[in-house]
């Protein structure tokens, strides 16, 4: 250990500084650890809810769309074929995309109805991860326990048990829509399209009766309010679409690889559309993205005003040992070693906030994660009640990096006045 850093411990941990010092050094401490405590936690709430929402968009639809701007797709068995010989698509299943009204309930509302196939459907989405647990009982947490109750729940869509007997067909909708409209499961609603169908009166629009057999809560408002699942043959039959879909969901195996599986489908499909979860919520994760960077600039604003403390307690540390400089410099200590003194100090100081900071920021976000401390409402966001919580090492490191580099930064002018002082003015009057 060389005299610098002797010195340097000396002049931080000694009984005899000035109290003001000490203080200004403490308030360092803290507004910096304070700083890195907001800066983890805020970020692990945004990684948290951006994983929830990702979670969410991926598992309540396809990955992949392909569909036709016209009237449908008729050969979609030839082409479901097709699509399940590329190596990165695990399941495909059709569906058919079509607004209506719904009425039945105190309020008729807008929908946009999803015809889907009950067998193939949980094998591209996570349908049954979504279903309220006060009707179905706990979800399973395992894709293929989820995928048989979604196929055990879906085939009510087509067969309704034996309470609903008089009732042909089901309907599955958003928990947010049923609230609207003022009913639940067991109710009956009707469904009335746009297409028309003619009778001695003239063309009147086709309407279906069906029973209320779930209720889907993904925590997005824009689908829990106005999607509804049924039997895509049943939806065929309302808007007379005869033989076709509207198009085929696709599941790879990473979400990620969405994007550039899209283009592969699109590259061997020149008649149809493809589309990606990526880019149609493109716009909404970008927006969570500059949110986060931000939050992360604002923060750190936190950290630099702790740090301009550091250079306070440094240069009043300056003044008030002036003359033990001008001696060391008298018995040849370096400009360098003096400025080393002053850096290992105002290190030390940066060190202790960050890691104190870095541990009750990690302490902070475990309970949060392991205790019901904050509830929000229900469907307020997707995931639960629980404030969301995913710790991303890559923040936290680069966190702590910014944070002592501030604090590195800020020694650098104390400690050059400190390595300039001549020894001569103090030692004048000795």
Known sequence: MGYETYIGRRYLFSRRRDRSISLITWISIVGIALGVIALIVSTSV??????????????????????????????????????????????????????????????????????????????????????????????????????????????????????????????????????????????????????????????????????????????????????????????????GMKARVSGIGIRVEDPESAPEVAQTIQAQIQNHFVSNWADENKSLFQVMKLEKIGLFLILTLIIVVAAFNIISSLVMLVVEKSREIAI??????????????????????GLLGTLSGVGLGLAICWVLKTYDLIEIPAGVYPGGNRIPILIDWMDVALTTTCSFLICFLVTLYPSTKAARLNPVDPLRYE
Not at 146 to 163: K, T, V
Not at 333 to 348: H, K, L, N, P, S
């Open 46 to 239: 945004m990684n948290g809810f951006r994983t929830n929402l990702q979670d969410a968009v991926t598992g309540a639809l396809p990955h992949i769309t392909v569909f036709s701007w016209s009237a449908g797709i008729s050969d979609y068995e030839k082409l479901q074929q097709e699509l399940s010989e590329i190596p990165e698509v695990v399941a495909v299943a059709p569906y058919v995309y079509k607004q209506a009204m719904l009425t039945g309930g105190r309020k008729p509302k807008g929908v946009l109805l999803r015809g889907i196939d009950p067998e193939r459907e949980p094998n591209v989405t996570r349908i049954a991860s979504f279903l309220r647990e006060e009707i179905y009982g706990p979800i399973p947490e395992t894709q293929e326990a989820q995928a048989a109750l979604s196929r055990r729940i879906l085939r009510r869509l087509d067969h309704p048990d034996a309470r609903s007997a008089k009732l042909r067909d089901g309907i599955i909708l958003g928990a947010a829509l049923a609230q609207q409209m003022e009913v639940s499961v067991g109710d009956s609603v009707q469904v009335i399209s746009s297409a028309q169908r003619m009778t001695p009166i003239g063309d009147v629009p086709r309407v279906k009766k069906l029973e209320v057999v779930g209720l889907f809560e993904s925590g997005i408002s824009g689908y829990d309010e106005v999607l509804a699942f049924a039997d895509y043959r049943l939806v065929r039959k309302i808007f």
């Open 328 to 349: 060391l410099k008298s018995l040849g200590a370096t400009d360098g070693g003096i400025r080393r003194i002053f850096m290992f100090q105002g290190t030390v100081i």
